[in-house]
Nanobody
């Protein structure tokens, strides 16, 4: 089982950029796909982006792909989410997750971090 811990959230202003990080530990020797999800207050958790084990394949939520970039450094067991031009609607708890293969389906992810809060002021 892979354990995940997110960091990098905080209070930012609209238009700012932000990098979220996710540190993986545990059985990281096994290949796994990784993804980011977010959950805004009163809303369901939604898919943001996902990345294959070697990083050659990515998937993004259509409405976010112009501003969000997912990447990973397997040597460091790190996953990243870079966001530009943040908007108040981006306010949410951001979660990283691991799955056996690249997928956008929340239920197929079997390891989750506890999340990091991103708050965007207008």
């Amino acid at each position: 089982q892979v354990s995940l811990v997110e960091s990098g959230g905080g209070l930012v202003q609209a238009g700012d950029s932000l990098r979220l990080s996710c540190a993986a530990s545990g059985r990281t020797s096994n290949s796994y796909a990784a993804g980011w999800f977010r959950q805004a207050p009163g809303k369901e958790r939604e898919f943001v982006a996902a990345l294959s084990w070697r990083g050659g394949h990515t998937s993004y939520a259509d409405s976010l792909k112009d501003r969000f970039t997912i990447s990973r450094d397997n040597d460091k067991n790190m996953l990243y989410l870079d966001v530009i031009n943040l908007k108040p609607d981006d306010t949410a708890v951001y979660y990283c997750a691991a799955a056996g293969q690249l997928t956008t389906t929340l239920e197929k992810y079997n390891a989750w971090g506890r999340g990091t809060q991103v708050s965007v002021s207008s």
